[in-house]
């Protein structure tokens, strides 16, 4: 991670993680990172990103393709901690501007 651009690749995903706490426990920051996906705390949840093949493991539920927010199931374990965890789409599948290429 931290390539980069890397943020605007369909196999890279964003995430908003909004918490019952804030800052967000420390439990649920090392919930995502000991599944390979950074995390960085905000005032009322957390913003986690990793690799795509990370969060379909972490989830059971596959996120190709995405061209709207897509709502993930919060897993049990965060479940005192969490209140929702919503995946960003995909630039340039929602209809707005996609990430710019050279020609």
Known sequence: MGRAGEGSEPDFVEAWV???AAPPPD???EWFTSRGMSVVPARVGAF???????FEAAFGKPLAGRAAALSLPVPAELQDDVR???VAPIPGLHGGP???HPS
């Open 98 to 100: 996609g990430p710019a």
């Open 84 to 86: 929702s965890i919503t």
């Open 48 to 54: 986690a990103s990793g690799p795509q093949n990370a």
């Open 27 to 29: 439990s649920v920051v």
């Open 18 to 20: 909004e918490t019952a």
